[in-house]
Each structure stands twice: as C-alpha cells, then as structure tokens.
C-alpha cells in the first residue's frame, strides 16, 4: 500500500510541472513568461563594448575595397543602436551601414516583430544565428544581422540600388560584410 500512495506522488508531482500541448504529450511549463521564439545561441557569447563605442572599428576601409567603399565610415546614433555609415563615393556605388543594434530586444525581438516583415528568413555564420529580414519589397536592398549575444546584434544594411552587380543579389555582399564585421569582434 505503501507503495502505492509513492507513486500516486510521484504521478502527481510530475503532472504538476508539466503543461498539455497539442498531440496529447505534456510539455514543460515555463513560470518565467512567454515560450522563446528565437533559437539559443549556442556559440560563445561575444562582447561587443568596443564596437558600440565605436562601430566604425569592426572592419576596416580597405576589407570594405571590393564593395567600392574608399573613405571612413561616419558615426550616428540611431534609435537601434549605434552604426557606422559608408557611404559610397558616386551614386552609382552601394551604400553600406554596419550597427550594433543594443535596443532591439537582441535575436528574440526580431522573432517576436517576424511578422511585421516582408521577408524574415533565418541562417547561421559560423555558430551565430542571423535574420535576414525587410520591410515591404525593396529590390537591391539587404538587412541582415547575426546574435553574437543574447541582448545585442551587429546589423548590415547593403543598398546596391544603382550597382547592377549589387543590384541584383544584395545579400550576397551584406553576407560578407556581416562576416568582417563579426570577426572584428571576436567570432
């Protein structure tokens, strides 16, 4: 009798702590708030102090040459975060923004605004998780951005609007660019 009375506990105990989900097969509960949307960020959490008081340091003019960036990039604040701004020498050139977005809420804030975007797709760079995400259709325009924490992201904006060979795949460059910006900070 005994026995069973521990395993009526037991039962109970286990139940308690769980949640029922769709398919019939109990699912933890989570006490802290809403379920996570973002996936965990798995590689080492990086630091990135020395990027938000100067993100212009994270990758220098002449690694930036093959996108036909020439001068130093300009420092602002934005609302987001801090960014360094390369803008092009000609019109015809693209325009190049690198921030550290320190105010978005970090991967799970892009997550949980996925819906507000026209595009929202998800990838990997070298163990940190990226969003590629854009508001409306923007042809020769791409905004990508790594977690290289789980508070903060590092974000490229790539405009080739006038650069055909830009124009036509963005991404590709901002992908690159996102890369020098995430080893310049330890990733």
Do not use: W
């Amino acid at each position: 009798m005994r026995a069973g009375v521990v395993a009526v506990c037991v039962v109970a105990v286990l139940v308690s702590a769980c949640t029922s989900s769709t398919g019939g097969e109990a699912q933890p509960s989570d006490a802290s708030g809403p379920t996570r949307l973002s996936p965990p960020i798995t590689a080492k959490q990086l630091d990135v102090t020395a990027a938000v008081a100067n993100p212009c340091g994270m990758v220098t003019v002449p690694s930036l040459a093959p996108f036909k960036v020439s001068r130093p990039g300009v420092l602002e604040q934005t609302v987001v975060g801090p960014a360094c701004n390369y803008d092009p020498p000609t019109i015809d050139d693209p325009r190049i923004s690198i921030s550290v977005f320190t105010r978005t809420g970090g991967l799970e804030g892009s997550y949980q605004r996925r819906a507000s975007f026209t595009r929202f797709e998800t990838g990997m760079l070298r163990g940190y998780p990226t969003v590629n995400s854009l508001q409306g259709v923007q042809p020769g325009v791409c905004n990508i951005s790594v977690a290289v924490n789980d508070r903060e992201m590092i974000n490229v904006d790539f405009v080739g609007l006038l650069h055909r060979r830009f124009y036509d795949d963005p991404c590709t460059p901002a992908m690159q660019v996102l890369s020098l910006a995430l080893q310049g900070v330890g990733g």
